[in-house]
């Protein structure tokens, strides 16, 4: 009975042996199977991790190369223990700050739309305002009562005359004289008979350097023989303001002397000036 009982035991131990080395025999042939496919469906998506790797390694030995450059070229003495690289940075006059550099473009449009406005406003203003000329021009009343002051002081070398010819020395002949020739002195000061605008500074042959001057309601007063003139045309000047001095005597007065040509009209038709003189 103990043979049969071992031989039994024995059969059993070399089947389970047997199917355990079957079991693991077709184990390993499909196993064997299964990586040949697999190796032959992924044989176009290997990835070399060893080029990657060195790519990786070579990038980060040059960058940092770099920061050691920049470290170098940024040295702070080794006992300043307070260094702070932020604050080196941000008030560094060599580091442009966006926001600053923001607001100052800012303030530099802000400060020239503000010019240009006060500009339009100034321009504005003036078209606005009437010419000062204009609106400082004083109101011409010379009337038929009103009277004039002598522009110099002297005698009458040559009366007006229109109504018959007087005689002129220097000419050697009669004609009308529609001025009074005053005698006067060379350099000596002439002054306005009335309050007026100047409308002419001229040149003439005979009587020289002269001016015109309105005085209103048709009034208008010449004088002649002047130098250093002191009024331009357009000006306005009141009654006693010097206008000028006195001249030597053109070729054609230089028997009678040094004078002033004195003459006032109206409406362009002569007036004798004694009417008027105080």
Request: proline residues 4%; glycine residues 6%; negative net charge.
């Amino acid at each position: 009975m103990r043979r049969n009982r071992k031989r039994g035991l024995a059969k059993e131990r070399i089947l389970m042996v047997a199917s355990s080395v079957l079991v693991l025999a077709s184990l390993t042939v499909t196993g064997i199977w299964l990586g040949r496919d697999g190796s032959n469906q992924d044989q176009g998506y290997v990835v070399d991790l060893s080029s990657i790797e060195n790519s990786t390694a070579n990038g980060l030995a040059e960058e940092e190369v770099k920061i050691a450059e920049n470290t170098t070229n940024q040295a702070v003495p080794a006992d300043d223990l307070d260094y702070d690289p932020y604050f080196q940075e941000t008030n560094s006059q060599k580091v442009e700050n966006p926001d600053q550099s923001r607001s100052d473009s800012m303030s530099d449009t802000d400060g020239q739309e503000q010019t240009e406005s006060a500009q339009k406003k100034e321009e504005k203003k003036e078209e606005d305002t009437p010419a000062l000329s204009t609106a400082m021009q004083p109101a011409l009343t010379f009337s038929d009562s009103d009277t004039l002051i002598w522009p110099i002081v002297g005698n009458i070398l040559i009366n007006y005359s229109m109504d018959k010819t007087v005689y002129f020395p220097t000419l050697q002949q009669y004609k009308y004289n529609p001025a009074l020739i005053i005698q006067a002195n060379e350099g000596d000061l002439i002054t306005a008979a009335s309050a007026g605008k100047i409308i002419s500074v001229f040149e003439d042959p005979q009587i020289g350097n002269g001016v015109t001057m309105e005085l209103g309601s048709g009034y208008e007063v010449t004088y002649g023989q002047l130098t250093n003139i002191l009024v331009s045309e357009g000006s306005f000047v009141a009654a006693g303001d010097v206008i000028a001095e006195v001249a030597a005597p053109t070729k054609y007065y230089s028997v009678e002397g040094t004078n002033v040509y004195f003459k006032l009209t109206k409406d362009g038709t002569p007036v004798n000036p004694m009417t008027k003189l105080k």
